[in-house]
């Protein structure tokens, strides 16, 4: 729009300071009792009141200013809002690119071991392997995963963690109890999953929207109260401890003339078996990626897809609504089992509290954030949301600013929290919220998001 | 018999409290028809407030009459958790007013997390735990194996819940906020052309609901006098189940369902066993919504195409 078809404008003044002067007034309604004041138990375990009004005055003056700014330079004709533009040519060679983008991605995840052991060596590389690479891909796959139910068929679910869980505790009694070999449990892990995934999906199948979302919650909640409870199976909160490390095809990761460093001819170093889980993850992550792109040109993707924009014209289009939710809720449910599965062999050690509803919202942040239904974005939110966390553990930096009983990691979920509440409001669909039909007359056009109409989930 | 009748009192306690919650669910969720996840953390943020609020009240302003303290704090905890809750409508929900069914819930979960996150950080991971107060016992029946006994707090719980219902209904049904609020819920868009301000209106039904849940902070923090920055989820949770059981939307049910779900939980409790008596309300929940989705009171949701 020209800038020149405006009056000169003028600073409004007045009604910036009082719309300042009223919010700085709700923040210290806001700041009082939470912020201005701590309560700390002292020696004799009585609460006592630490004052912080330093911090209320700090807060009250941002808002103050911030408030004042956004008024004063607010633009002053507020027009409509434009219309979703289809998408330019730009956008479209883009999503070209994305292609070879991903190929590249790919790339360099698969040398990224290499060349972590290359600048850090065996010892220091440990942690960027483990706690970054490996970790990042157990959110990936969970958000692919995930993708499948909420960004597909538009189910929201929230327990999703249960069927991680499953998987978890599949692997970590399977092998303790029976001494079953972790390529047995890992397709095991995944059916059990499954089943459960088609379990609690059958009771839900006439729910929509909120109410499902609630229910998947309540389910979540249940698997973790029974884990946490049932302790003559689980060990209850104490958790499932020594649970057998991965091996290679068998060749266990061990020094000694039996072990795959020996068959092989190297030096016996720790780092193969992380290498060797990256690489398993990695390749399990890949799998569910392609299996999720190649179903979506099939029926029963187009079908999931349907259901997800309306159920109504679906269902009046004669496709089976109830088979279309079960096998949603059964793959998704298969690759979080899968997931648990390495991650029960990453840690070797599970217990209830990994398998919080705080688990399922971070794995739903991840997916939202991303853009439902968009592969690529969910792995950049995935990489993004835990990268991000676990970088946090490593600005001990900012201990010398702020005080030593500053604990970084400890704003990880007020990040991710407030993080979910701003993009549902600035780009409700997500980072990444192109549509790329499956089915299409002579050429592949991405659609924009907000062109897409969807139903009511 | 005695078991019964203790597990009785104790279970209308706790049911009024998780009925005073629920009724912010069922408002919320008659007018823009989205669940409010973040009402359960808005109750906690109550406690909180209720607890620093009672401690700045003895320790720093030096105040000794018992009731005085309880009513100032009710009425503190009221009047600052409608701020919370209105500035939380403001910042998370009210832009996302027709957009897809999904987003105002996922923001929604968002501001849960956050909010419990924000106290956990502010107010450190520890449980915070009050002094206990009003501890007179009443020993109901006398004799036996087993006294059945009634606090005052619980008598007060069900008092003061009693009361605030009484003079809530009193709003919604003869004042004009309380009619333009009804007019929003049968038809918001018919409601503006009538020159409703209906913007107004959905704030002030957040800050109602906040209301009673900062009462039910207050109650909950005299009856078990302890609070942590986790505990909005399973109250919120629970609430939540009591309104859908009562048919989502409806105020009395709101109040029964809250009723039914804290008889539930506690003769679960008493009788099978206390690990599991989540298990029971969440089983509630499902089995509601799956076999009667419109609750004891609730209006059938019919769809139009």
């Not at chain 1, 700014?69 to 219309?83: T, W, Y």
């Amino acid at each position: 729009m020209p800038e020149a078809s405006h009056k000169p404008r003028r600073l409004a003044l007045r009604p910036a300071l009082i719309g300042a002067a009223k919010a700085a007034a709700l923040m210290l309604g806001l700041a009082f009792p939470l912020l201005a004041y701590r309560a700390e138990a002292d020696f004799s375990n009585q609460l006592v009141l630490q004052s912080r009004w330093s911090a209320v005055l700090f807060a009250v003056a941002t808002v103050f200013v911030l408030r004042f700014a956004s008024i004063l330079f607010a633009r002053q004709d507020k027009a409509a809002p434009p219309a979703p533009k289809n998408p330019s040519a730009m956008l479209i060679r883009l999503t070209g690119l994305a292609r070879f983008a991903s190929l590249g991605g790919i790339a360099c995840l698969i040398a990224f071991p290499i060349v972590m052991l290359a600048l850090f060596g065996a010892a220091g590389s440990l942690k960027w392997i483990d706690n970054f690479g490996i970790q990042i891909l157990i959110y990936v796959m969970l958000g692919w995963g995930l993708n499948i139910v909420v960004g597909l068929a538009g189910l929201l679910d929230l327990g999703y963690v249960a069927f991680y869980a499953v998987g978890a505790y599949s692997y970590a009694l399977l092998s303790t109890t029976w001494g079953w070999s972790f390529w047995i449990c890992l397709p095991v892990a995944g059916l059990l999953a499954a089943f459960w995934g088609v379990m609690l999906g059958f009771p839900v199948l006439r729910l929509r929207g909120d109410y499902l979302a609630i229910v998947t919650l309540a389910f979540g909640e249940i698997i973790r109260i029974v884990l946490t409870n049932w302790t003559a199976l689980t060990n209850g909160d104490s958790g499932i401890g020594s649970i057998p490390r991965i091996s290679f095809f068998g060749l266990p990761f061990v020094a000694g003339p039996s072990g795959f460093a020996a068959h092989f001819g190297l030096a016996y170093a720790p780092i193969h078996r992380v290498i060797f889980l990256f690489y398993l993850v990695l390749a399990l992550a890949l799998l569910t990626n392609f299996v999720t792109l190649r179903l979506r040109r099939l029926p029963i993707g187009r079908a999931w897809e349907a259901l997800r924009e309306d159920e109504i014209a679906c269902r009046s289009l004669g496709i089976d609504t109830v088979t279309t939710k079960l096998t949603a809720f059964a793959l998704g449910a298969l690759v979080a089992g899968l997931a648990g599965a390495v991650f029960a062999a990453r840690q070797n050690f599970v217990s209830p509290s990994s398998f919080t509803f705080l688990e399922s919202a971070t794995i739903l942040a991840i997916v939202v954030l991303g853009g439902r239904g968009s592969q690529l974005g969910v792995a950049l939110a995935a990489t993004g949301i835990i990268g991000g966390s676990e970088l946090l553990r490593e600005l001990d930096g900012l201990k010398r600013i702020f005080g030593d009983a500053f604990d970084p990691t400890q704003y990880r979920m007020l990040i991710v929290g407030f993080a979910m509440v701003v993009m549902m409001n600035w780009k409700p669909r997500g980072l990444i919220a192109i549509r790329t039909p499956s089915i299409f007359l002579f050429k592949r056009k991405p659609i924009v998001g907000a062109l897409a109409k969807e139903g009511h989930g | 018999m005695e078991i019964f009748l203790q597990q009785l009192i104790n279970g209308v306690t706790l049911g009024s409290i998780y009925g005073l919650i629920a009724i912010g669910y069922t408002m919320v969720f008659g007018i823009i028809g989205m669940v409010n996840f973040a009402h359960g953390d808005v109750f906690m943020v109550s406690t909180f407030i209720a607890l620093i609020a009672f401690l700045a009240l003895t320790q720093i302003l030096g105040a000794t009459s018992l009731p005085f303290c309880f009513i100032a704090v009710l009425i503190g905890a009221m009047v600052l958790t409608s701020l919370w809750s209105y500035m939380i409508e403001r910042l998370a929900y009210r832009r996302l007013r027709g957009s897809f069914r999904l987003a105002p819930l996922i923001s929604a979960i968002g501001m849960s997390i956050f909010l419990s996150n924000l106290v956990y950080v502010l107010q450190g991971p520890r449980n915070k735990s009050m002094p206990p107060l009003f501890n007179d016992v009443i020993q109901v029946t006398q004799g036996g194996g087993y006294d059945v006994t009634l606090s005052v707090k619980q008598i007060l719980i069900v008092a003061v819940t009693a009361l605030l219902l009484a003079g809530f209904w009193l709003l919604v049904q003869k004042t004009s906020l309380g009619r333009a609020q009804r007019a929003c819920e049968q038809d918001s868009r018919m409601a503006a052309l009538l020159g409703i301000d209906v913007d107004r209106t959905i704030s002030l039904t957040f800050v109602i609901g906040a209301a009673l849940a900062a009462v039910a902070g207050v109650l909950y923090m005299l009856y078990y006098g302890v609070v942590n920055s986790s505990d909005g989820f399973i109250p919120g949770v629970k609430a939540f189940t009591a309104a859908v059981l009562g048919g989502i939307g409806s105020l009395p049910g709101a109040v029964l369902g809250g009723l039914l779900i804290g008889l539930i939980e506690t003769f679960w409790s008493a009788y099978f066993s206390s690990d599991y008596k989540d298990v029971a309300a969440f089983s509630i929940l499902a089995v509601t919504l799956i076999f009667m989705p419109s609750g004891l009171f609730g209006r059938p949701d019919v769809e139009k195409v």
